[in-house]
């Protein structure tokens, strides 16, 4: 009898397994990361560079092609880049895209079928499924989402604040300054560990008015004695250009919330105004600054030259800034195409007039 019940809890090889599967945990690209590693790893222990790559099947023009960028950027490096999407002939044309995106926030409150309606009276047909997998591709997918969007733009350009946009607020805090120097908004920026130099560090202003930015390039951390003498050179960067400064914009970090740099700028009577904990978003104007600075400023300059003095740093900084301040175009909906010196040139025409 116990043979009996031993045999029959036998699980047949011929019948495949009703069990669900287990998810992968490894996927393809991470396969690949993990190939070129033992490579690198074999060779290392075998001392022969030939007979690992004779033993994995990979040529040694390969290896020595990873063992470079492993050398100067990592062994994370190894890891395959992700590739872009591709355009398909078929596929949706982006004007139309953007008319769906605009009839979406316009009308957030009707479904993917009333949409294609909509877009089908402007002459263009476009299936509602194929409406909503559009929508879903830009965070628009759910009438909850097509609300939150639509209130933070009605905040973003009118100022009227709901619930719904104060939950979402994609666009992050809109700022408001009557005048040039009434709000400077100010941040510091982690450049990276340049060698032979140090950890360097970004300390930014940028007037909420006109966008005029100034950058002061320090050696790190950033300490109070930095920030109160990134102010002496705020005030008179900006009293050069006729700009008196009020108030000053920051974030909770150390450097700012220090007595002595508060005492400082009570001392010089400017107005400290600091944002609530966790919300980089309120201090939207000067982390969008930075973010094109990174991009437009120091990422091709360090691909152009190498840096071993602050100095250089510094006056790379400086000659970008009079592109940003006198040639480059601001296409934000604040600032339309203007450029800083552009914005502060009409203000200064309607105060005399």
């Not at 957030?108 to 559009?134: F, H, M, N």
């Not at 940028?206 to 950058?215: K, L, N, Q, Y």
């Not at 007595?259 to 600091?274: C, N, S």
């Amino acid at each position: 009898m116990q043979v009996h019940q031993l045999v029959g809890t036998v699980v047949d090889p011929v019948v495949p397994s009703t069990d669900p599967k287990e998810p992968t945990t490894v996927t393809p690209a991470e396969i690949i990361y993990h190939r070129r590693v033992r490579l690198l790893a074999l060779a290392d222990e075998l001392g022969n560079v030939s007979a690992a790559c004779r033993q994995m099947g990979i040529s040694r023009t390969r290896y020595y092609e990873w063992r470079r960028v492993v050398a100067e950027y990592g062994e994370t490096a190894l890891m395959p880049k992700d590739r872009r999407t591709p355009q398909l002939p078929n596929a949706t044309p982006t004007h139309v895209i953007e008319e769906l995106l605009t009839l979406a926030v316009i009308e957030p409150t009707i479904g993917c079928r009333q949409l294609s309606d909509r877009l089908a009276e402007r002459g263009y047909t476009v299936s509602k499924t194929t409406v909503q997998k559009l929508l879903v591709a830009h965070g628009l997918g759910r009438r909850c989402q097509r609300v939150a969007r639509a209130a933070a733009i009605t905040a973003a350009t009118t100022g009227m604040s709901t619930d719904a946009a104060r939950d979402h607020e994609p666009f992050g805090f809109c700022h408001y300054s009557p005048a040039p120097g009434h709000l400077v908004a100010a941040d510091s920026f982690y450049i990276g560990h340049l060698k032979g130099v140090g950890k360097v560090y970004q300390l930014t202003a940028i007037d909420v008015f006109s966008r005029w930015a100034i950058m002061l390039i320090v050696i790190g951390p950033v300490t109070a004695d930095h920030t109160i003498r990134f102010i002496d050179h705020i005030v008179r960067s900006y009293r050069r250009i006729g700009v008196d400064v009020r108030a000053v914009l920051t974030d909770n970090g150390p450097e700012y919330k220090a007595t002595g740099f508060r005492a400082h700028l009570a001392t010089r009577g400017i107005e400290h105004v600091r944002i609530p904990p966790r919300s980089p978003n309120h201090n939207a104007v000067v982390e969008r600054f930075q973010g094109t600075a990174l991009q437009e400023c120091w990422r091709p300059a360090f691909h152009r030259r190498r840096f071993t003095s602050i100095r250089q740093l510094q006056a790379e900084a400086n000659s970008w800034l009079i592109r940003y301040h006198h040639r480059r175009r601001n296409h934000s909906d604040y600032m339309r195409g203007r450029t800083p010196a552009q914005t502060l040139d009409t203000y200064r025409s309607r105060q005399a007039s």
